[in-house]
């Protein structure tokens, strides 16, 4: 019998090297490195890390996904974007940037379509459904969700 702890390091070695968690740090900071305004637009995908000798720091560049308009607007801000990033991590390990063109977030840029009101009879119905709810905090979460599952089944 083994410990656990010697099994779960081998199989998640290669998951959760430094190289993913690394990743994972520029993308939970992503609104801070880029600005709120782009970083709906662009989103980090990949780090590329190069072997310097032994005892050396690897420098690593990271790869964005954008589209050719906001690609141009990164490019002026690329010096800027380098130094937030790597005062992320408080070293200068990070030091190129690449644009590659590919389609990064749009979801936010999709309109979600308005759904209309329930009906009088559908309002009296959740209503009297929950005239036993006496919390008024519980009712009124009770009736949100309900005006979304109806609304829901009409689409």
């Given amino acids: 019998m083994r410990p656990v702890s010697e099994a779960t390091r081998r199989v998640t070695g290669q998951s959760f090297s430094r190289k993913y968690i690394s990743l994972g740090r520029i993308l939970s900071h992503w609104d ?3 600005g709120k305004e782009l970083a709906s637009k662009a989103q ?3 780090l590329h890390y190069k072997k310097r000798k ?3 720091k690897p420098d690593a560049s990271l790869d964005i996904a954008v589209n050719g308009a906001e690609a141009t607007l990164l490019h002026y801000q690329k010096d800027l974007i380098l130094e937030r ?3 992320i991590f408080g070293e200068r390990w990070i030091n190129a940037i690449r644009f590659v063109s590919m389609p990064s977030n749009t979801q936010g840029s999709r ?4 759904k209309a009101p329930l009906t009088e009879a559908e309002k009296k119905h959740l209503s009297s459904l929950l005239d036993s709810i006496s919390d008024p905090d519980i009712r009124h ?3 949100n969700l309900g005006e979304a ?3 829901e089944e009409r689409t």
Avoid: I, R
């Fill in 32 to 34: 801070d490195v880029v």
């Fill in 44 to 46: 980090p995908v990949k």
């Fill in 54 to 56: 032994e005892g050396a």
């Fill in 85 to 87: 990033l790597n005062n």
């Fill in 111 to 114: 309109l979600k379509k308005a």
């Fill in 141 to 143: 979460k009770l009736e």
């Fill in 149 to 151: 599952l109806l609304t």
